[in-house]
């Protein structure tokens, strides 16, 4: 250890850490060393005693975690929840969502992100996977606000030629800034609105650039059927066909992934990954969820995720991780799958996995980036703690967390965000919506069939 002081130190708290096994365990009474935005170590907290240091953090009666990873959202979509409610898939897309997008300015995708990440500073994510337009001012407010994010700016095959190349020159633009706390990827919308041709367009730009992929596949069952009619092949088949199986590929949704897909998920030579967001699932009454089971046993990590507000209502992950026990226990018929141990597996070095960055963040350990988040567990409700896995997953909510940190910043102390001003944002938002959500023009970004 260096004895110069260190930049921050945690002390008192409970630490979620991983095994070598990468089983999880608790280690009590502990402190964290954080230095040049990683952690330096985790020691007891009667070794920490001498340590001089810039900034200190008394956790007592608090857990530290890995920060939460939200592993796919579309983040300034929170300018629209509760906007489309209670519709089927396609009249959500077709009636409203997609005709509202058209109105979207580059100043309310920058509101929304704003909002956006406050939300999910307050609810302990420290890192997250955007999908959307106008992401060179959502790369502007993270670099900003202080988290980190992976991010790429969608296309569809619509735009012609030009939404590929604007994907590609934002992805190459953006990727290490932000203090390297902006990764980036290439973002075909889905296979549904991206023809073969242009998927496998991407999958060669991937391969040369060395750049991962982000899009939506076999999202529902309904799109793995429609599929299987049209094309005679699943999603999950013309992904492989179009060669993006042997990229880094993150695949949002996968509800329609299907046994016949397994095989050819297994055999990729790519590093592929799936991200599951079951509220949103269970809103719009898709009869599957995620098969996170049978992904496991191929060896795919599954991250947790909320996709946009806009069919999920919140950003919240703690919900995702809660809700992926629970979905999960109730679609296997077994209550003994999946873990609360399971749940904080995916929510950490899953979910860091699954954007890229499994050997960077996911875990609270020496030469890992400092992304820590602290939840208080002395309210009644979180009280008494019989199993601390269980606690956190099903008694605690996301407004337990008391502090976030990124790259050894604190984001929010003691409930109070200290990168950005909600109040603002909500008013200068508030003013802009009537134009944003008028419907009358008759446009629409794009067409929902499937």
């Known amino acids: 250890m260096s004895h110069s002081p260190a930049d921050l130190l945690i002390t008192g708290c409970t630490v979620l850490v991983h095994d070598d096994q990468e089983r999880i365990g608790f280690e009590q009474d502990a402190a964290i060393v954080v230095r040049d935005g990683l952690v330096e170590s985790v020691a007891s907290a009667a070794d920490a005693v001498g340590l001089a240091a810039v900034e200190r953090i008394d956790a007592r009666g608090q857990v530290a975690l890995p920060g939460l990873i939200n592993c796919h959202t579309h983040a300034p979509m929170v300018a629209l929840r509760g906007l489309a409610e209670d519709l089927p898939t396609e009249e959500w897309f077709n009636d409203v969502v997609w005709p509202v997008e058209s109105n979207l300015t580059e100043k309310d995708v920058e509101l929304g992100a704003r909002l956006a990440c406050a939300e999910m500073i307050r609810a302990g994510v420290t890192c997250f996977a955007d999908h959307y337009f106008s992401m060179d001012t959502v790369a502007a407010v993270v670099t900003e606000c202080g988290l980190r994010a992976h991010l790429g700016e969608a296309y569809f ?15 190459l633009r953006h990727r290490g800034t932000a203090d390297g706390r902006i990764t980036t990827a290439l973002a075909p919308h889905a296979p549904y609105t991206v023809s073969d041709a242009d998927l496998a367009a991407t999958a060669q730009l991937a ?11 076999a999202e529902n069952r309904d799109q793995t059927d429609t599929s299987l009619v049209r094309h005679g092949i699943t999603p999950i088949e013309v992904l492989d066909r179009a060669g993006l199986l042997a990229t880094d590929l993150l695949i949002a949704h996968g509800t329609g992934i299907i046994d016949r897909d397994l095989p050819v998920l297994e055999r990729a030579s790519g590093r592929i990954a799936v991200a599951t967001a079951p509220r949103g699932y269970l809103k719009f009454a898709w009869p599957d969820t995620t098969p996170i089971r049978a992904l496991r046993a191929i060896g795919i990590p599954v991250g947790l995720a909320t996709d946009g507000a806009a069919s999920n209502n919140s950003l919240d992950v703690w919900e995702s991780m809660a809700l992926t026990s629970l979905v999960q226990k109730s679609t296997e018929g077994d209550p003994r799958w999946l873990t609360s141990r399971q749940a904080l597996h995916h929510a950490t070095l899953q979910s860091a996995r699954a954007v890229g960055l499994g050997d960077s963040i996911g875990c609270i350990a020496p030469g890992r980036r400092a992304d820590i988040v602290l939840v208080d567990l002395t309210g009644p409700h979180t009280q008494p703690v019989h199993d601390l896995a269980a606690t956190l997953v099903h008694s605690a909510r996301s407004a337990d967390v008391r502090t976030t940190i990124v790259d050894g910043r604190v984001l929010m102390r003691d409930r109070e965000l200290l990168t950005l001003d909600v109040p603002a944002v909500v008013r200068e938002l508030g003013e802009r919506l009537p134009a944003l959500v008028d419907r009358s023009h008759g446009r629409r970004i794009q067409e929902y069939d499937t």
């Open 207 to 217: 391969l040369e650039h060395g750049l991962p992929v982000h899009l939506h596949a």
């Open 157 to 171: 095959s619509s735009q012609g030629p030009q939404g590929r190349e604007k994907s590609l020159e934002f992805a």
